[in-house]
């Protein structure tokens, strides 16, 4: 196949390996447009340009010896804010955690560093990764870099806003329950959301721990294989990691003939424009022509992954925020009689509506009286659905869906109605529920020219087969034009 | 639907060492209510689904028991203004 979309990480490195630029001048040009263009889309809420500036000099010193990069060296790039990195105030976009400094890196970050990958800065996110629009962080939301009265998505929708305004050439993001393959579907660019137990999570602020993951936000799925390996890697201070067990970078080929994709109907039941439909089929007959098997059936469970999703993960990160005391670190209130009305103000003060409502239904579903109706009762529907899919990849190696039933939501949208805001995650909470991977990739526009995003999952640790089917028809079209900003030049 | 009181709310939330002010008791009570009756739509499902603790049936992975240095407490204490006589403060009430 040859190839039609080649890699934004590989291009930027062979520039710098030709001596067509410096790492100093490829990053200053991404800092340059940071600061005049980061207003209108609020990626980022912190730009570190001297860390970057530090890491750039050091890519040009081993490339004036004639040095080979690594992978990802020299390549400007940004971390979600709920992503720990030593020295470099982390929030998670709440107030609870401003001013903030973690005194470690995540692991994630540790290993990048080591191949020098040029951090331009934080991205904005929903307080505690909780949200659909980014419109929960106390920085202000982040704008669509294709039509700036929509959201970016969420929760990491600056990473996503970063890499579609070409203000990064990629991001690191999060995903529990859709937070990177949402707002990759609304700005039009690719999110891969691994394996649970692919990539480490220790240093990545916790949310939900059973379903939380760390994953790229890119510009093509070729990116996003590279990250995907550099970042897949076993962690001794992580015992549910075990890393990749196949590199994929080397191995997309886009071939795919005789590859058996599923469709569940289920999935598409709650498509809420036509614009969505009919680029989901398209893709489908992409996928038919090139020789793909298209295998039909039905997973009836869906129908509960999202009640399961919102009862895990908020009894989950009811227990995660129990650490916010304001004793150790971050926000802490001012004035206070005794230790429990200091922990009281300084939770009640530092934390976002959102973010207090989940700490309530996280505490009442395991409080006594309900633990059986709503927690324990979850958690074994939770293994229903896992079964669910491990029959269907019996049938298929690969399912498509939809990421989100629409295109991005007009800003202000997620702040009406939580349930209405909650089923939009439709599509995207069964992948963490079974713990599988899945990847979002842009497959066409609606009529304001919003992106709409293919979703592809795939069976656990199977992440190869997954991009490269990504991959295929990833170089089948053009399907959501570049955005003109940022560095869209390189 | 599953009824939810403002005793119920004001409860969970003294649980959750969170305050809940008067004005805000309200709203706060109907948005939990309607989304515990979206969370208890898990109920109309029949009692077949078995007891379940594990995704992908994962194994821990572990690693040597070996002694590494920890963090100084210098460092630690960063985050509170360098702490006072190493210790994290909190302000001294009768």
Redesign the interface.
């Known amino acids: 196949m040859e190839q039609k979309k080649a890699g934004l990480i590989r291009r930027l490195q062979q520039k710098m390996e030709n001596k067509e630029m410096s790492c100093r001048e490829l990053t200053l040009e991404y800092l340059k447009a940071i600061e005049q263009e980061n207003s209108k889309v609020n990626a980022y809420v912190l730009a570190t340009p001297e860390t970057a500036l530090e890491t750039a000099d050091k890519v040009d010193e081993k490339l004036a010896k004639g040095e080979k990069l690594l992978p990802l060296e020299g390549v400007p790039m940004t971390l979600k804010d709920n992503i720990s990195t030593d020295g470099i105030e982390t929030t998670c976009c709440s107030k609870i955690l401003k ?3 973690p ?2 890196d995540a692991s994630v970050w540790a290993a990048m560093k080591k191949n020098n990958a040029v951090l331009l800065g934080k991205t904005n996110m929903d307080e505690f990764a909780m949200g659909s629009s980014s419109e929960n962080s106390c920085f202000g939301g982040s704008k669509n870099p294709h039509h700036t009265g929509h959201v970016a998505g969420g929760s990491s929708g600056g990473g996503a806003a970063a890499v579609s305004a070409n203000l990064a050439a990629y991001a690191l993001g999060s995903d529990t329950g859709g937070s990177i393959r949402q707002p990759a579907s609304f700005c039009g660019v690719v999110g891969l959301k691994p ?3 692919a990539v480490s999570r220790y240093g990545l602020i916790a949310y939900a721990s ?1 379903l939380d993951q760390i994953g790229p936000i890119t510009t093509t799925v070729e990116d996003a294989a590279a990250v995907f390996d550099a970042i897949a890697i ?1 962690d ?1 201070m ?5 890393g990749k067990t196949q590199n994929t970078s080397g191995s997309l080929n886009g071939k795919i003939e005789g590859l058996r994709i599923g469709v569940a109907k289920e999935y598409f039941d709650g498509i809420k424009q036509p614009e969505v439909s009919a680029a989901l089929e398209n893709a489908i007959r992409t996928y038919e022509k090139a020789g793909v098997e298209i295998v039909s059936f039905s997973l009836p469970v869906l129908k ?1 992954a ?3 999703y ?2 895990l993960a908020c009894a989950e990160a ?1 227990s995660n925020l ?1 650490r916010y ?1 304001g ?4 926000y802490r209130t001012e004035n ?5 009305e ?4 300084t ?2 003060e530092g ?1 976002g509506a959102e973010v ?2 989940r ?3 996280g ?3 395991l ?1 006594s009286g309900y633990y059986d ?2 927690y324990k ?8 659905i ?1 079964k669910a899919f491990h029959s269907a990849f019996e049938q298929c190696d690969v399912i498509l869906a939809p990421t989100v039933p629409t295109t991005a939501f007009p800003e202000g949208f997620t702040g009406q109605d ?2 209405e805001t ?1 089923l939009t995650d439709i599509c995207t909470v069964p992948v963490n ?3 599988l991977p899945g990847i979002s990739i842009p497959c066409g526009t609606d009529q304001k020219g919003l992106p709409i995003g293919l979703q592809l999952i795939g069976n ?1 640790f199977q992440e190869q087969t997954l991009l490269n089917a990504a991959y295929a028809f990833e170089q089948s079209g053009d399907y959501v034009p570049r955005v003109n900003m940022g560095v869209s030049a390189l | 639907m599953a009824a ?1 009181t403002k005793e ?2 004001l409860k ?2 003294n ?5 809940v002010r008067e004005e805000e008791l309200e709203s ?1 009570t109907h ?2 209510g ?3 009756a ?6 109309s ?1 029949s009692d077949s ?5 594990n ?2 049936n ?1 194994s ?4 040597p028991d070996e002694v590494i240095p920890s ?1 100084p407490r210098e ?2 204490l ?3 203004n360098g702490g006072e006589d190493g210790y ?1 403060p ?2 001294k ?1 009768s």
Do not use: H
């Open positions: 001013g903030y400094t005194i470690y394996t649970y137990g059973s076993p001794p992580d015992s549910t990691c075990r509960y999202l009640p399961v919102y009862i009811t129990g005391d004793i150790r670190y971050g206070y009689n005794n230790i429990n200091m922990i009281c103000k939770r009640s934390f207090k409502r700490i309530l239904l505490n009442y579903v409080s109706a709503y009762k979850a958690q074994n529907l939770r293994g229903t896992v939580q349930v909650y529920i079974a713990g656990t | 939810v119920e709310i969970i939330a649980l959750s060492k969170l305050w706060l948005d939990m309607e989304i515990i979206f969370a208890n739509t898990i109920n499902v689904a078995e007891e379940f603790d995704i992908n994962l821990n992975v572990f690693r963090y460092k630690i960063q985050n509170v994290f909190v302000k009430r």
